[in-house]
């Protein structure tokens, strides 16, 4: 594979460099996307007033009556009213083989004409460009046999109703097929592709070239020429330079290839771009002097991702992107059209696709069609998934006007061709704001509530909460609510989409504390000397943010907790103060505690015995208990005498 170098800096190297991953469509501070344009506000900070979002008015289903085993639009060109020219093939059961098939659609998707063209067992058409007198020139191959792959290169001239004006056909070796076709200033034109030698019956890919021809208006050759390189080389589209040149792109063995090539049809430079696996160019629009170019690499990040480079006229690389988004159980995506905005980026259509290794080999399951925004730096501006339900393959997209675009391909699961028009539009950015109770956390259960959240120029139709910081949107509603159940900070954001798809996103940082809780207590009397007294903390003490799991007793003022229980009971035989403290353990283990100083006054005798012993003090004693006690010390010291 080539090695090119940028100023001083190996390409290869470079194009690693540059190329970054958009898998999940996110991006740090700004915008990111998903359906439509994001804003993102942290705190107060709020993200742009308005985007450009995606919108589509019609999309239609074109076929022929009958059964159709296949029908696909493989390119499409804007006719300067609005209408688009759409060029294909088609299958029918009623037919053998398949026919060249173009058909015109006006600006509002109603199908205007459709013609067939069959020359052989297999015709298709790949690439089709406008005339000035309003008509279009459609290029394509033809192969007479299924058993052989001879292909013919067909270029067709078409009248504005659909009427052949002119038509040729090229074979410049064995095999030779037209994969793209750009109008050039003179009212020529030029038609690129691949030319191969065929050996038993079958394509030698080591032969295989890319090739082009220049034709006038009645297809007639100006000069033919080939671009080659060790190993194969293919051209599948191009797009006319600033300076007459036209720049063609395609695949180099298993690198991307862009090439310009000048109105003698000398090829001026050549230049790859890619990595270590396969990577392939699919087509080219130029737009205010920087090239975009679409395809897909299997290169950078893991497995198939679509893929976005663009570039000088000169053949510098500005920057490389690669995208991948999520949807159902796709894990590739590849970008197969790009088209030029008004401001200056850029919009590709691709596909998504599951894709599955084999032993020797991969296979493709074709999911659904997206359609993606760049702006001229390259930068992801919004996604939008386009006629899923049916598995779209998106081939083409083309400008048919200011903000507006027409997408054209096949369906996987219907056969028949599809067109829909796509829109951009301006859309106020909606404005997610939130407020939560109670306004300072602790370890409980807390409310969300979006309610405040407005759009202005519509309704919001979604909110969804990323409670846990995590990152993963879990939990959806206008309101919400969670229990915390550590302390620290918590970063919750909500998103909220309104009904263009555009999304904004607010976040804000919480601090989550504990309270610890309150121990307070009381008693049922009067502390005396030798009467049973109880303390009772259960309706007393609370936790603010939780409940209270223990209650623990230090009665004697000695530092140890020696009795649990909401409510205890003590006994205390001197007279005087007396230290007693609670600790209150709430249901996270927080603790707390509260000191009274109780004064016990003298009771006299108790029961007729005399005075307690100084110093006694018994917990929780029934008073049954202290009596019998009190008589056998009496019967003790009767003895003694």
């Known amino acids: 594979m080539r090695e090119d170098t940028l100023d001083g800096i190996d390409r290869r190297a470079f194009m690693r460099r540059a190329t970054v991953g958009v898998a999940g469509l996110t991006a740090a501070s700004g915008t990111t996307a998903v359906a439509g344009q994001t804003a993102t506000a942290t705190g107060n900070e709020q993200g742009p007033d308005n985007v450009t979002v995606p919108t589509s008015d019609w999309s239609e289903s074109v076929s022929v009556s009958g059964n159709t085993s296949k029908a696909v639009f493989h390119d499409a060109a804007s006719l300067g009213d609005g209408s688009v020219l759409l060029a294909g093939e088609l299958d029918a059961f009623s037919t ?27 015709d298709r058409f790949d690439g089709v460009a406008p005339t000035a007198d309003g008509g279009a020139v459609l290029c394509g191959h033809s192969t007479p046999d299924e058993d052989d792959s001879s292909t013919t290169a067909v270029f067709v001239r078409v ?38 030698e065929v050996s038993w019956y079958d394509v030698d890919t080591d032969t295989t070239n890319g090739w082009m021809v220049r034709v006038d208006g009645d297809g007639q050759e100006q000069w033919e020429q080939t671009v080659q390189r060790s190993g194969y080389l293919s051209l599948t589209g191009a797009v006319s330079g600033t300076d007459g040149s036209v720049f063609a792109i395609g695949r180099a ?57 663009l570039a000088t006229e000169s053949g510098e690389a500005i920057t490389s992107k690669t995208f991948s988004g999520e949807y159902e159980s796709a894990n590739g995506e590849t970008a197969r059209a790009i088209t030029g905005t008004p401001d200056g980026g ?8 599951k894709v599955e290794q084999r032993f020797l080999s991969s296979s493709y399951t074709y999911l659904g069609g997206v359609l993606r925004s760049f702006s001229a730096s390259g930068d992801h501006r919004w996604q939008r998934i386009h006629d899923a339900n049916r598995n779209s393959r998106p081939l083409s997209v083309v400008s048919t006007g200011e903000n507006g675009y027409v997408v054209a391909g096949g369906y996987v699961e219907n056969a028949s061709g599809y067109v829909s028009d796509l829109r951009v ?7 997610p704001e939130f407020e939560f109770s109670p306004s300072s956390p602790g370890l409980e259960s807390v409310s969300f509530d ?128 007396h230290n007693v403290t609670l600790r209150a353990v709430d249901d996270v283990g927080e603790m707390a505690t509260n000191t009274t100083t109780v004064d016990v006054r003298d009771s006299g005798l108790v029961g007729g015995f005399g005075p307690l012993l100084p110093g006694w003090a018994t917990v929780a004693v029934p008073l049954g208990t202290m009596l019998a006690y009190a008589l056998a010390q009496r019967k003790t010291d009767e003895s003694e005498d």
């Open 346 to 353: 850029f919009i590709t259509a691709g596909e998504f696709m």
């Open 450 to 577: 979006a309610a405040k959240s407005t759009d202005g120029d519509g309704t919001i139709e979604s909110y969804e909460w990323d409670i846990d910081g995590d990152g993963t949107f879990e939990s959806t509603g206008q309101t919400v609510t969670h229990e915390f159940t550590d302390e620290g900070d918590r970063r919750v954001s909500l998103r909220v989409t309104d009904d263009r798809g555009t999304t904004a996103t607010k976040s804000v940082t919480l601090t989550v504390d504990n309270e610890p809780p309150r121990p307070a207590f009381g008693m049922n009397r009067t502390a005396t000397a030798g009467t049973p007294l109880t303390f009772y903390a259960g309706n007393q003490t609370v936790d603010p943010d939780g409940d209270v799991a223990t209650y623990e007793w230090d009665l004697d003022g000695d530092g140890e907790y020696e009795a649990e229980g909401a409510q205890v009971t003590a006994t205390y035989n001197e007279t005087g103060p």
């Open 425 to 431: 539009v301006e859309n106020e950015v909606p404005v």
């Open 96 to 122: 053998d083989g398949t026919d060249g098939w173009y058909a015109r659609i006006g600006s509002d998707g109603g199908l205007q004409w459709q013609e067939f063209i069959s020359e052989s067992l297999y």
């Open 253 to 309: 063995g298993t690198d991307g290839l862009l090439t310009k090539i000048s109105s003698d049809g000398v090829v001026e430079w050549q230049q790859t771009f890619g990595g270590s696996e396969y990577d392939e160019f699919h087509d080219i629009a130029l737009n205010d002097d920087v090239l975009g170019i679409a395809g897909y690499t299997d290169s950078y990040d893991d497995g198939r991702n679509g893929w976005l480079v």
């Open 159 to 196: 009248d504005e109703m659909g009427e052949v004006q002119a038509k040729n056909t090229f074979q410049h070796r064995d095999s030779t097929a037209a994969h793209a076709v750009v109008a050039l200033e003179d009212g020529e034109f030029l038609v690129v592709g691949e030319d191969a």
